[in-house]
């Protein structure tokens, strides 16, 4: 499955770093690609291991705003 999730305060290629490790250390996270630019991050992921919820969690302890 594939999600776009808007995200707050990424400004620079740490930001980038900072959200895509975090994302792929998740179970079932398969692909997780930042667009500073847009300020989203395209994510794809087998929804029977991991959910939405348990994603934005892991991108807001990193110090960024998930927006719905």
Same mark, same amino acid.
Do not use: P
């Given at each position: 499955? &594939?999600? #776009?999730? /808007?995200?707050?305060?990424?400004? %620079? @290629?740490? %930001? ?11 179970? @079932?996270?398969?692909?997780? &690609? ?8 395209? *994510? #794809? ?8 919820? #348990?994603?934005?969690?892991? *991108? ?7 927006? /719905?």
């Amino acid at each position: 499955m &594939e999600k #776009t999730l /808007n995200v707050r305060g990424m400004t %620079c @290629g740490h %930001c980038k770093m900072s959200v895509e490790g975090a994302l792929k250390k998740l179970d @079932g996270v398969s692909k997780a &690609e930042v667009s500073l630019e847009a300020g989203k991050v395209d *994510i #794809t992921f087998d929804e029977s291991k991991v959910n939405v919820e #348990t994603m934005k969690d892991a *991108i807001e302890e990193q110090g960024y705003d998930v927006e /719905n």
